[in-house]
């Protein structure tokens, strides 16, 4: 290994690999490698113009036992920022410190260059390149050491019961209710971005961890230290963008489900809330009020004057959001000049087809700049100039009728190399666009990727089942989101998938389900409501009428019992405008996340990292969610403090665990004083 100092950066190169580490923010380093004569160029998530500071190189030699017992000088190079450091080895192994202390290392276990006095032959090595025959890309296995004691959390989301990452193995691609934003945090004080959209797997094993990139030119990481998560998401939020300031008049009740199938029953939701006396922000408009998939407008039979119906509803306060797919059938009027032009995702064999759901579709290729205009040009032209004021950006990974990734291609490369990017480059059809106005955009989307919180995406965990087991997992989904620097994160109340609306216990899941989206980030009713014995409009087999709905899903849908828990909660959202406010503030300021695990205000208490069954909302409500059928009383954890129950105002001692009642019309929440 040889190293040099290339303008403040550390430059390494050994057997035909080049790597660069270099400073990239307070604290952070960003590490590149690649086996072509020079890297992309491509900084990915690592968009914003920071301070990159100036670090201290040192390139020299040191010892190294050699197998025989004797002792070999090898070259050896340091770079530090700060209070992280890197040494690079004679092998080319990389380990970091913070403060001097080591956090992190990668894997090597082959002969030469070993880190302790032990032989090993087995040919393992760090960073393990492998070319794809027939393509300039490479797979990319990158290991590190597995740190005992370590906690990990971050990386998106994954429908799962595991908060804790570590022994957990989570595939780095986009599905429906899957959301891959590859920045973890670690208890021993540093986060790791994996800075790479490439298709691939994470494993954090108790022997090694494990980073793959299934097809990829470099490997890109940044690595960031500080003394809590709040800093360590400070950090991440400098280099990949912070969250716009939210509108104070979403923050509120979204209405929505699936779905209103003509403006005469949006317009019917929209008059009855206003005769309840209950202010819904927004109303939303779900799929298929369109003709065929890929038109992008509405369909005139059902939607006759849309302006007409906007104006109405702008008259109430309320705004207009509605559902665009990023699917083009056949049969649309659209698909075969997208086609010509190149702007549709591409298979590199068989039919081209990406999507069956009610149609033969093509899905975009937003990666093109000409397709990125092609659809807003239809999106104004057929929603956003009838005063539209968003767009539900749904099937946002894509949702692939098979996830065979290496069977797509993007005008910037194949699937393989690039998918992971793809929700954050359809959420720019729109925000690229839409932020010229100057007004803040929020759209919702269903997938993300890291640094996305900057385009405007409200996200949401996808068409997750109506039960507590997927109540409790969206729970951690939306705490490691905000850990991995998504803010705006929501979810179905209720979920999405319900085959009977009258049965007890999924109006028990609605109302606990509810009580936990009042103290999260946005509050929006919706869901697909069975029983599906709601007559479609229309006979055809296409347009706005002939697709089913669900039942009704509006707040009064339930019963009077259960409309008044409803109201209630919805007047202490209400109530607690201000404090959401300055909620939003913080994380358009210094990206911390609305809903936050327990360590993230209490990083010093033990107990806290092992809690995934209650979180902080801001700094000031503990938030203990009910998240069992018929459960009516709990266990929390209260650290160190002093806590007021916001039910009877009893002030409890913290740093210890208490049981408090849990009736179906409450939820437990603390108040710190």
């Not at 087809?353 to 032209?381: A, H, L, M, S």
């Not at 997927?470 to 939306?478: H, I, K, S, T």
């Not at 229309?538 to 009064?556: A, F």
């Amino acid at each position: 290994m040889t190293f040099e100092n290339q303008n403040g950066a550390l430059v390494c190169y050994k057997s035909g690999e080049q790597v660069k580490i270099e400073p990239w923010g307070a604290d952070s380093l960003r590490v590149r490698a690649t086996m072509q004569t020079e890297f992309t160029g491509k900084d990915w998530a690592l968009t914003e113009k920071i301070e990159k500071g100036t670090a201290v190189i040192t390139i020299g030699e040191e010892d190294f036992w050699v197998g025989d017992g004797s002792i070999s000088k090898q070259p050896t190079a340091t770079i530090v920022n700060g209070r992280v450091k890197a040494v690079v080895n004679f092998a080319g192994v990389i380990s970091f410190y913070k403060d001097e202390k080591l956090i992190l290392r990668e894997y090597f276990r082959s002969y030469g260059g070993t880190l302790s006095k032990e032989s090993r032959c087995l040919k393992v090595v760090n960073r393990e390149w492998k070319g794809i025959i027939g393509g300039s890309e490479y797979s990319l296995n990158v290991k590190f050491e597995s740190n005992k004691g370590e906690k990990i959390f971050g990386m998106g989301q994954y429908q799962q019961e595991n908060m804790e990452l570590k022994g957990c193995v989570l595939e780095l691609a986009q599905r429906n209710s899957q959301i891959s934003v590859p920045f973890a945090v670690s208890s021993l004080g540093y986060g790791f971005l994996w800075n790479n959209p490439a298709v691939g797997r994470v494993t954090f094993g108790n022997n090694y961890y494990e980073w793959i990139a299934r097809a990829t030119k470099e490997m890109d990481y940044w690595i960031t230290v500080a003394d809590t998560p709040k800093k360590l998401l400070e950090n991440y939020t400098e280099a990949t963008g912070h969250a716009d300031m939210f509108p104070e008049d979403l923050m509120g009740l979204w209405q929505c489900k699936l779905r209103y199938r003509t403006q005469d029953e949006v317009l019917e939701v929209a008059r009855k809330y206003k005769a309840e006396g209950i202010k819904i922000d927004q109303i939303v408009i779900d799929f298929f009020h369109w003709t065929v998939q890929g038109d992008w407008k509405f369909d005139k039979t059902y939607w006759p004057d849309p302006k007409a119906m906007v104006d109405e509803l702008h008259s109430m306060g309320i705004k207009v959001i509605v559902s665009v797919w990023p699917s083009v059938d056949r049969k649309s009027e659209n698909f075969y000049p997208m086609m010509e032009k190149g702007l549709l995702i591409k298979t590199e064999r068989g039919a081209a087809q990406t999507y069956d759901y009610q149609g033969d579709c093509v899905e975009i290729d937003p990666f093109n700049p000409e397709t990125r205009k092609f659809v807003w040009e239809k999106c104004k032209q057929n929603y956003y100039d009838f005063g539209i004021d968003a767009f539900w950006l749904d099937n946002s990974e894509p949702d692939y009728g098979v996830y065979d990734f290496e069977n797509y291609r993007y005008c910037d490369g194949p699937a393989l190399a690039l998918s992971n990017m793809y929700p954050q480059m359809y959420s720019r059809v729109f925000y690229d666009e839409m932020s010229k106005s100057g007004k803040p955009v929020v759209n919702l989307l269903r997938c993300a990727w890291a640094g996305s919180q900057k385009y405007g995406n409200v996200v949401w965990s996808g068409d997750v089942p109506s039960t507590f087991e997927a109540f409790r997992d969206q729970l951690q989904c939306g705490l490691n989101m905000g850990l991995a620097g998504i803010p705006w994160w929501t979810t179905d109340i209720g979920g999405f998938m319900t085959d009977d609306v009258n049965d007890p216990d999924f109006r028990q899941l609605l109302i606990r389900w509810y009580q936990f989206a009042v103290y999260s980030a946005v509050l929006r009713m919706h869901g697909d409501r069975g029983p599906y014995n709601i007559p479609p409009l229309d006979t055809r087999d296409w347009g706005g009428g002939y697709l089913h709905t669900g039942q009704p899903n509006e707040l009064w849908s339930y019963g009077e019992d259960n409309y008044a828990i409803m109201k209630k909660y919805y007047d202490i959202r209400i109530a607690m405008h201000d404090y959401i406010k300055s909620l939003y503030q913080e994380a358009h300021t210094n990206g911390s996340p609305l809903i936050r695990p327990m360590f993230y205000e209490f990083p010093d208490d033990a107990k806290c990292w092992e809690l995934q069954d209650q979180y902080m909302f801001g700094a000031k409500y503990l938030v203990a969610p009910v998240m069992h059928l018929n459960e009516f009383k709990r266990d929390v954890y209260l650290p160190t403090g002093s806590w007021k129950l916001t039910s009877t105002g009893e002030v409890y001692e913290g740093g210890k665990t208490i049981s408090v009642d849990a009736p179906i019309d409450y939820m437990p929440v603390f108040e710190k004083l």
